[in-house]
């Protein structure tokens, strides 16, 4: 195994995590460009924190999102930002963003208690939208008559979101503010608060 010193080390996950536009997990660190340098854990979670607090206060900030490392621009910036996306973002209509919202904090759950929750039928394309986009996928299916598909979001959820773990999701107060807990919530580059006022 290769020796790398802590700057060496610093510049290549900087550089790594700049190139790529997803989290990466330590994990996923250590197995690709950590793989040949000896890097122990401690080590490599103390430069990553390093990192955090270097980037703090710039343009550009290094959060930890979906269990993994990311480069993100500041929340407060993204408005003047958006003029730069020539495309328009997608706008997602109420029920789309209520069904996103039953599954991602009742999960797993099927069709059927999704409209229990909506007291309307869920379109099949919603759930066709909800999968192409990567946010909500079938984990299993559940063990009553028929065996309905079980519905659960993703680690692409949590990434648009800017959320590490479902945990992070912002309480709920009462069941008809499922919609609008998105609004609340800062997206990079779309924002679902455009969508919400649809």
Request: proline share 5%; no cysteine; charged share 25%.
């Amino acid at each position: 195994m290769s020796q790398i010193n802590d700057l060496q080390l610093k510049q290549l996950l900087e550089a790594t995590l700049f190139v790529l536009a997803k989290p990466v997990s330590v994990k996923a660190l250590r197995e690709t460009v950590l793989a040949d340098f000896s890097v122990s854990l401690p080590r490599l979670k103390t430069v990553l924190e390093e990192l955090v607090l270097e980037y703090q206060e710039r343009g550009v900030q290094l959060v930890n999102v979906a269990g993994g490392y990311r480069f993100q621009t500041r929340d407060s910036l993204s408005e003047i930002l958006q003029t730069l996306w020539q495309e328009q973002a997608p706008k997602y209509s109420r029920a789309t963003l209520e069904t996103l919202a039953v599954i991602a904090y009742q999960q797993p759950v099927t069709r059927g208690e999704i409209e229990a929750v909506r007291g309307v039928a869920v379109s099949s394309q919603i759930i066709k939208n909800l999968t192409d986009r990567g946010w909500v996928r079938v984990v299993g299916h559940k063990e009553v008559p028929g065996r309905p598909a079980l519905f659960a979001t993703t680690a692409e959820f949590l990434a648009y979101f800017g959320l590490d773990k479902l945990a992070d999701l912002p309480p709920l107060t009462d069941a008809e503010s499922l919609a609008a807990v998105f609004s609340g919530m800062k997206t990079m580059p779309e924002t679902i608060e455009e969508s919400i006022n649809e």
